[in-house]
């Protein structure tokens, strides 16, 4: 199951240190970075289930037509 | 010496009006392994091809386990292994680095290797060479189906020959003409798909190379930068090279000798010569027809499906519809219910379903849609070359394995408990067995008919066949005139213990399964094997 309770230990340094990861990369490469990042942390996590609800929660979100979410939070 | 393509003789008609109960439509590789099929069973037919050679050009190369398996048992299987360029090992690159390598079979104790590498012609010559040797296959070379009328006790063609044409009333029509199958169109099937908005050169040349038989796959190298290559070899020392060009080339100009040269020699550096054998420029399409038996019209074969080259899975998987449909047809042909050939469809369609699937998704690996596509590719390709973690992510072909029938009408779903092993549906894994002292394998003695394995240890007996069955006894300890298991990879493979039995098809899948037994229950499997139930 998803979890979508704030859990990021010290999100300002962990958004920071995204961003300075960014820097200095152009578009093409900073698309890289993010899939990269995204890759990384999905084998972390590796089940299918929540790894579906992610993607499905993040296509949820965007500006992207928008999905029904079966789990979505409140 | 490299390959002669035939030219077989044709003949004219020889009737203004001609019935035959068995006609296939299309003498390509899977129009000739279907005929062979019938062949080896007793079923004659006619097969009318509307040309008078075998398929010329690139086409398939790689030939799966599965497939060598299927000739193995109509008896070419001696002829890929010699001619074939036996291959187990793939290599990825990216950019200028190798990424990774990986083994398709790590396991011993089969008797086919995980691929052979063969061109297409070969194939197709040596099957219509047995066709012709088995006096049951009456081979009408430039005889053209020019029309199709469909009717429920058969179909009634218009054949086109250099030398007049003629009527043909077909008991049983088998479409195998092909991906620009003119009976599909006629009826007006729809093939429903993707088509891949991208282009490929596809390059056989003739070279003296030291690279090894493997496949290596690039993509973004720096002799090609942007898009991807394949090589492969092939005997007589032709390679196959693949160029990805993008949707934006123009075919005509890339066909050009001199251009292709350039690419290939930017490839290969200065010190290899080569010369080109054929080239051709692709666009590649994954679709199918919805259902495939239209009553006594069935399709088979790119006729019925038609994947992009990723996974070597079309021709492989166009083997299987006739190794599927071979033995139902016969069956039926000597009495056994029609609704039998229902199956095929129940059969085949998911399995096309699944080529389908996982050749769209190397395409998609292969030639991403958006930026962002291509950004999550390269991020995986980056991520393989240092994290074993990424490699499965990376997708330059999923590779032909054979369809495990999981759904199948004819199966009988397991009563007891099994701790893995081979499920109903899946097709018999080989295994090495000593025979009278002498190496011998397993699959070799399943043969074409309903067969039942029993297995059988010390002091527990192979379970016995109800009547009509024949039986093969693997046992775990030296018998005379049994197979013995002297490895035990039969008894770990098929999960297994003495007293076990397994009722197999004669497309040697897997019908069922039984703990110990009784003749009767083993009857009731088989008369559904059989479509009875
Ligand atoms: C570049 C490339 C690489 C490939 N690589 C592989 C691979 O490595 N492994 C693999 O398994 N597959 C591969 N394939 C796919 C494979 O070649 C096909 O799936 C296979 O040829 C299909 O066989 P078929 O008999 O269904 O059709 P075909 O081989 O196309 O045969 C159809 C036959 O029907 C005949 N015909 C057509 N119309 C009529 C008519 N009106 N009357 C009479 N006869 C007619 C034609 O003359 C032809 O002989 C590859 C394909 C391509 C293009």
Known sequence: ?74 | MGFQPPRYPWHPPVAAREAAQVVIAGGGLVGLTLALDLARQGIASVLLDEDDTVSTGSRAICWAKRTLEIYGRLGLGARFLEKGVTWNRGRVFHGEREAYAFDLLPEQGHEYPAFVNLQQYYAEAWLAEECAASGLVDLRWRHRVAAVEHRPDGALLRVETPGGEYQLEAEWLLACDGARSPIREGMGLPFLGQVFRDRFLIADVRMHAPFPAERWFWFDPPFHPGQSVLLHKQPDDIWRIDFQLGWEADPEAERDPARVRARVAAMLGPKVSFELEWVSVYSFRCRRIERFRHGRTIFLGDAAHQVSPFGARGGNGGVQDADNLAWKLAAVLRGATPALLDSYDRERVPAAEENILNSTRSTDFITPKTAACHAWRDAVLELSAAHGFARPLVNSGRLSRPAVLADSPLSTPDAEAWGGGLPPGAPAVDAPMLRAGQPDWLLRHLGREPVLLAFAGPGVPAAEAPAGLRRVVVAADERVGTLWDHSGLAAARWGARPGDAVLLRPDQHVAARFHAPSPAAIAAARARMMGEA
């Open chain 1, 1 to 74: 199951m998803l979890r979508t309770e704030p859990r990021i230990e010290d999100p300002d340094g962990f958004y920071q240190a995204v961003m300075d990861a960014h820097r200095g990369l152009d578009e093409a490469a900073a698309r890289r970075f993010d899939a990269r990042l995204a890759l990384i942390l999905a084998n972390h996590i590796g089940d299918a289930a929540v790894l579906r609800q992610a993607v499905a929660l993040a296509a949820a979100t965007g500006e992207a037509p928008a999905a029904p979410l079966p789990s979505a939070p409140a």
